[in-house]
């Protein structure tokens, strides 16, 4: 079993800047891949950022590269999601999700594991 729990959350102005954090715990093998994704109110979950925990391989959405960076806090069992410039399209309901292998890693169907979710609201 895996727990993981989503902080940071909030709202900003256009521009401006949040770090989210997932807290991981449970076994370790099945949350080697940590998975941040968003849902905005009547649209599809998606993808934005991904980390392999065992190597640091890292992969993101075509949307946020370049805004926001992926990290992990291995001795926090943490992974952040640093994110600048945030546009009002960002707003969005943000989840981290865990499974083991990093394959399809965009695809929120293949994460065994996920957050309860934190609220980001971008105003223009």
């Known amino acids: 079993q895996v727990q993981l729990v989503e902080s940071g959350g909030g709202s900003v102005q256009a521009g401006g800047s949040l770090r989210l954090s997932c807290a991981a715990s449970?076994?370790?093998?099945?949350?080697?891949?940590i998975g941040w994704f968003r849902q905005a109110p009547g649209k599809e979950r998606e993808g934005v950022a991904t980390i392999y925990t065992d190597r640091g391989t890292t992969y993101y959405a075509e949307s946020v590269r370049g805004r926001f960076t992926i990290s992990q806090d291995i001795a926090a069992n943490t992974v952040y999601l640093q994110m600048h410039s945030l546009k009002p399209e960002d707003t969005a309901m943000y989840y981290c999700a865990a499974k083991r292998w990093f394959r399809l890693v965009q695809s929120p169907s293949t994460y065994d594991y996920w957050g309860q979710g934190t609220q980001v609201t971008v105003s223009s």
């Open positions: 449970g076994d370790k093998d099945s949350r080697s891949t």
